[in-house]
Nanobody, 126 residues
Framework: QVQLVESGGGLVQVGDSLRLSCAAS????????MGWFRQAPGKEREFVAA????????RYADSVKGRFTISRDNAKNTVYLQMNSLKPEDAAVYYC???????????????????WGQGTQVTVSS
């Protein structure tokens, strides 16, 4: 059974940094794109970042470009999201996701991702 478990969320102040982790188990995803999405209260879930299986190519939402960095460690079956210069609008539940297809180009669409974590809360206080 595939499980994705996110960690690293919490309460931070504007301008602070957080690093989210998402560890996958039950299957090896070292040939699959992985991504991060987020959902703020009252809003739809939105794309944040995605990374190819080898970490060479990444995609970011315009709202996080230059502040967030996605990376992965295939040996640990884990994807990370380094979030710097956090803003109040970054507050949301963050979800990691895995595309079961070895897809290229990597997708920003929620529908392309087959496995999802339970989410981790990020709160940004001003």
């Amino acid at each position: 059974q595939v499980q994705l478990v996110e960690s690293g969320g919490g309460l931070v102040q504007v301008g602070d940094s957080l690093r989210l982790s998402c560890a996958a188990s039950g299957r090896t995803f070292n040939k699959n794109p992985m991504g991060w999405f987020r959902q703020a209260p009252g809003k739809e879930r939105e794309f944040v970042a995605a990374i190819t299986w080898n970490g060479v190519y990444t995609r970011y939402a315009d709202s996080v470009k230059g502040r967030f960095t996605i990376s992965r460690d295939n040996a640990k079956n884990t994807v990370y999201l380094q979030m710097n210069s956090l803003k109040p609008e970054d507050a949301a539940v963050y979800y990691c996701a895995v595309d079961a297809i070895e897809r290229w180009p990597i997708s920003v669409l929620e529908s392309a991702y087959d496995y999802w974590g339970q989410g981790t809360q990020v709160t940004v206080s001003s």
